[in-house]
């Protein structure tokens, strides 16, 4: 294990950890509400997110190695869903009641690998983090879209499937502008200030995405959420059980690979990330389970500070292996 890497992904773990902590306290203080909580969540969906897709791959130079490196996590996005939905629900009638069985599978396989991922990236694969991760997260909205809101949508009229939505949304949409912008710059070189413009703005993303699960945290209530079984029968799954799940799978389908250890690492730490904020919207949306769905993100938040970091060591010492 690299000890400046690892020192590296706990120094971000320390930021997150931190800003959890403050969003908690903001929203116990009344600087941020629930009305504030909406608006910041739609400034960062609608704008922060976007923006921190195309900064990251407009931010590196152009080279064919680049591309096929992107091109080829892009596949590994496409294929690491499926293979987090069958394990996913295998862990399924461990959940007695309806709606958090679905928030549960939701949350498991649907990781925070946009706000806090791209960061954890960075600190692990420094130099070409956020940009691999921009290209994973093709796959992850594409699934959204359609595995996702398919268990969503499980006994209920009112929940439809829409190919529309799998290929026009505020995650894929910015991820094509990226790429053609990316492309571009094989032939034209793109004006410093407009790649700084993207970071400037996608660089909102980590601390008001994070602020704003520490004050979901905080109208839970902390006491609950720990106090909750469930919670901990659901981190148990989806912050220990289903990263070292998907780290030796990746293992066995890379052996003799030239570049297993990056695989198996990115994998790992992929599966490792807490669970996605988008759960907690579509909950509150589609009222299923909307208080357990915020406990799903608020836990696996604040649980994945400790879990994170040994999770790493473990993916580390198996892709070595």
Partial sequence: MDLNTFLNLLSVIGIIFLLLSTGYLCRRIGVIDDVASKRLSGLIIKLGQPMMIVGALIGKDFSVEALKKGLFFMLIGFLIHPLMAVLALLFGPLYKDEAE????????????????????????????????????????HTYVWTLGIAILAKGREDIKL???????NLGTVPCVIGLGLYLLKAVVPLPLFVIDFTNHLGNLCLPISVLVTG?????????????????????????ILMPIAVCLIAKLLTLGLSDSYSVVLFCTIIAALP????????????????EYAAQAVGSTSLLSVATLPLLYFLGDLIARI
């Fill in 215 to 239: 004050s979901l945290v905080a109208r839970q209530g902390l006491g609950a959420m720990l106090r909750n079984p469930r919670v901990y029968v659901f981190n148990a799954i989806k912050l």
């Fill in 162 to 168: 829409t190919p529309k939505k799998a290929i026009f």
């Fill in 101 to 140: 069985r679905k928030i549960s599978l939701f949350a498991t396989i649907f990781t925070n690998c946009g706000f806090i991922g791209f960061p954890i990236l960075e600190a692990i694969f420094p130099g070409e983090g956020a940009f691999i991760g921009a290209f994973f997260v093709i796959g992850f």
């Fill in 275 to 290: 669970s996605g904020a988008s759960i907690s919207m579509l909950g509150e949306l589609y009222d299923i389970a909307p």
